[in-house]
């Protein structure tokens, strides 16, 4: 595992304009790839929050077959996930480095899927639900990461996950982001930036759309949008 940053009480706004700004750098790592980031529970697998037991690993219907094709058609594939379940106490590192073992190998073993890179947030929110990091989605930190370390092209890159959050980060860091809705989201706090790209029910469709998509324009911030849908609710002062 890499080693941790900084001290997870160390104080700062992870939406703060200047944290933003430096997170949004241009990456200078060339050659730049595409991504599908993909978002773990409920998503890539049924959602058993805080598992770490192998043998209970279910790989959603069609993802292993989905992602085969993408990583075809030339995608880098990166997992993204939340463990909060790190900082509370409830698995250790060893179990989810176990737990994350299986899954890669399953994956490649069964689909011949090779995913690039995983990126974990093993922290909390805050007392308010809010990221207390710069990494835990809705925060866009794991992705921008993984665009560094992976020669990610955010602007022709996607996230698929199966709440608004994934959804609100795979957007702050300036790339797409993808619903599959798998009933999972249950509040549906909209604003702007947790308004997915595209909804699907399915990983077959998703897959679809986004090899159709992969070479087409890139996205458009989603914050320079000139007129948000009226209606809409600031997702982080709803918090
Ligand atoms: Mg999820
Ligand atoms: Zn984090």
Redesign the pocket.
Known sequence: MPTAKAPMSTPHDPFSPSTMRDLQRPVTRAPQRPCLFIDKDGTLVENLPHNTDPLLLRFLPGAGQALARLQAAGLALVIVT?QSGLARGYFTRAEFARLQQVLLQRLQEEHGVRIDGVEV???GPDSDGR??????MP?P??LIRAAHRHGVDLKRSWLVGDTLDDVEAGHRAGAGGLLLDSGAETIWRRSPLREPDARFFDWEALADYVQKMADGPAHTPVEWLPRPPTGYTSALSAG
Not at 131 to 136: V, Y
């Open positions: 939340n947030c093993p922290h990221p207390a990091c710069l990494c835990r925060a930190g794991m």
